[in-house]
């Protein structure tokens, strides 16, 4: 079964740096794209950003120019590398990845950011 396992949350100042990275097991296939969502407490889960094919890359607005997406360095792992974070960043953050007709879900990573 296809299990997906982010890593790399925790709690940073504001203005601070952290990368988050998923990796996805029991899988032989590539994705056809993988990306990052979020939800804060009492919020909506939102899109954060996407990859798909290694290149075509989507962001939402509140982190374009802050945060990368990117594949690099492994098949099947995505990383979010966040930059100048704010306290409005703070959230659960969950990896995805899709293929086909099939979604697939992380259990999430805590990003806490201080003010």
């Known amino acids: 079964q296809v299990q997906l396992v982010e890593s790399g949350g925790g709690l940073v100042q504001a203005g601070g740096s952290l990368r988050l990275s998923c990796a996805a097991s029991g899988s032989i296939f590539v994705f056809n794209a993988m990306g990052w969502y979020r939800q804060a407490p009492g919020q909506q889960r939102e899109l954060v950003a996407t990859i798909a094919s290694g290149i075509s890359t989507t962001y939402s607005d509140a982190v374009k120019g802050r945060f990368t997406i990117s594949t690099a360095n492994a098949p099947n792992t995505v990383y979010l590398q966040m930059n100048s974070l704010k306290p409005e960043d703070t959230a659960v953050y969950y990896c995805?990845?899709?293929?086909?007709?099939?979604?697939?879900w992380g259990q999430g990573t805590q990003v806490t950011v201080s003010s």
């Open positions: 995805t990845a899709h293929l086909g007709l099939l979604d697939y």
